[in-house]
């Protein structure tokens, strides 16, 4: 028995990187998960396939986080035979740009889907953890959030929205059993990681004080943590897990 079973999870972005790996970590723990997805419908059926191998369940929920009307549609699908115990908002986009060349489209784009997105998401399951007077939202932030990432003022800008927005709604839902945190990735060996050249690879780890990059395990650990009754008294907290680098 793991420490979610008999409860359910939703998991946006869940078709690859840091969602994949946050999805099969709630699914070993004994929970249901639903595998949010936009349109990368064949990645998100092998984050299937490994959670069923592995013994888990889930569902396939193709929605995009900008869409009120979509996520409402899916969470009441999900929660047809069950309640939704924990959602955790991890879908998010880059488009890296210095702020003298970025197009009003790319800044309009990032900040509708990493924090619009999770502003809908969780308008669409408070109002029923409300009523049944628990859950819990983890929303996925980013050290630049909390520290300067130049070239990186949409991403930045929309993260550090998110660690505001998490406190404000955890101070609005505490008193009825929800508790909302967020997490803080520092850079991963997954995601944009994966596009780097060891050269760049060296140079980023050398900055870090544990000289290396993270992995999406060590994210989603956090994330399991702080979606479990192990945080019962953790309550509109940002979790840096970044090996140090914003120290």
Same mark, same amino acid.
């Not at 028995?1 to 869940?14: C, D, H």
């Not at 949409?154 to 993260?159: P, R, V």
């Not at 929205?161 to 998490?166: C, K, L, S, Y």
């Not at 991963?188 to 060891?198: E, I, Q, V, W």
């Given at each position: ?14 078709s ?12 070993r723990?004994?929970a249901?998960?639903g ?9 998100a ?8 191998r ?11 986080v900008?869409?009120p009307?979509?996520?409402?549609a899916?969470?009441?699908e ?11 908002n ?17 800044w ?16 669409? *399951?408070?109002p ?7 859950g819990?939202?983890?929303?996925v ?7 300067a990432?130049?070239?990186?003022s ?6 550090g ?6 406190a ?19 850079l ?11 050269r ?17 395990e060590?994210?989603?650990? *956090? ?11 953790? *309550?509109?907290q ?8 914003s120290l």
């Open positions: 028995m793991g420490r979610f079973a008999g409860r359910s999870a939703l998991v946006t972005g869940a690859r990187g840091l969602g994949r790996a946050i999805a099969e970590a709630f699914a723990e004994g249901r998960v595998i949010g997805y936009r349109a990368r419908r064949e990645e059926e092998r984050t299937l396939a490994q959670i069923e592995s013994g888990g369940r889930g569902a396939l929920l193709a929605f995009d900008r869409d009307v979509a996520i409402a899916a969470v009441e999900f929660t047809r035979d069950s309640d939704l115990d924990i959602l955790v991890n879908a998010a986009v880059v488009r890296d740009q210095h702020i003298a060349f970025m197009s009003s489209e790319d309009e784009h990032v900040v509708s889907v990493n924090l619009n997105g999770t502003y809908h998401c969780c308008r669409a *399951v408070v029923r953890m409300m009523a049944r007077r628990r819990a939202i983890v929303n932030a980013s050290t630049a959030a909390l520290r990432s130049p070239g990186q949409n991403y930045s800008g929309s993260k929205g998110v660690v505001a927005f998490t404000t709604l955890a101070a609005e839902v505490a008193s009825y059993g929800v508790r909302v945190n967020a997490v803080a990735p520092g991963l060996s997954t995601g944009m990681g994966t596009r780097f050249d060891r760049t690879i060296e140079r980023r780890s050398a900055a870090i004080p544990l000289a290396r990059l993270g992995t999406a060590e994210i989603a650990n *956090v994330v399991l943590f702080l979606a479990s009754d192990e945080s019962s008294y953790v *309550v509109g940002c979790f840096r897990v970044d090996g140090g680098l």
